[in-house]
């Protein structure tokens, strides 16, 4: 059973700032990794994917890696802004059976 | 951009009530997802359908969730009877398998009073 882990649960960082968010994963047999964000009483809105055989994923100051052989993916996010705070999550799609499964989020608050 | 449309928005309800909840998934996507989401439990899967055949419902409770896919532009979720634990957020995805990941409707916000 695929098991993910986000760490921080929560993390604060001035403006400007770059910022590493991790998510770990116990089954490398993955069609996939999506990066997703949340705000407060909304829905998901996808960020990036990266595919199996894909190292990394860029769009605009977003950039997401992917290490299978380790088991993790990192989401890189350049010179915060205020409007970046929300939670973030990871969510792999496994080989057996397309189980979508979801970390439990690192909730960013980005102060001005 | 394409969407997937969940309805209704929000819902408040009695318990001992039935609820049904639906989804609109985006033309030509294979996979559905149901997930309910709460403060305490975060996202939990609930059931999901490839091709409208159900692959996994073994997170709902049997007695009172049931899901369907009576075709391909609509996803059912109900509640039967419902209950006050039952409130939460309930979210359906759909995507292709292993191709372009999910897109996530806008939910339905159920509150069992």
């Known amino acids: 059973k695929q098991e993910v882990t986000q760490i921080p649960a929560a993390l604060s960082v001035p403006e400007g700032e770059n910022l590493v968010l991790n998510c770990s994963f116990t089954d490398s047999a993955i069609y996939n990794l999506q990066w997703f964000r949340q705000d407060p009483g909304k829905g998901l809105t996808s960020l990036l994917l990266i595919q199996s055989s894909q190292r990394e994923q860029t769009s605009g100051r977003l950039n997401a890696s992917l290490d299978k052989s380790s088991g993790r993916s990192t989401l890189y996010i350049a010179a915060s802004q205020p409007g970046d705070s929300a939670t973030y999550l990871c969510a792999l799609e496994s080989l057996q059976g397309s189980r979508l499964t979801f970390g439990e989020g690192t909730q960013l608050t980005v102060n001005p | ?113």
Request: with cysteine; hydrophobic share 35%; net charge positive.
């Open chain 2, 1 to 113: 951009d394409a969407r997937v449309t969940q309805t209704p928005r929000h819902k408040v309800t009695e318990m001992g009530q039935e609820v049904t909840m639906r989804c609109q998934p985006i033309l030509g996507h294979n996979t559905v997802f149901w997930y309910r989401q709460t403060m305490m439990q975060g996202l939990e899967l609930l059931a999901y359908f490839r091709n409208r055949a159900p692959l996994d419902d073994s997170g709902m409770p049997k007695d009172r969730f049931s899901a369907e896919m009576p075709d391909a532009t609509l996803a059912t979720l109900k509640i039967q009877p419902s209950e006050p634990r039952d409130s939460a957020v309930y979210f359906c995805a759909s995507g292709l398998r292993g191709f372009y990941g999910y897109t996530f409707g806008s939910g339905t916000r159920l509150t069992v009073v």
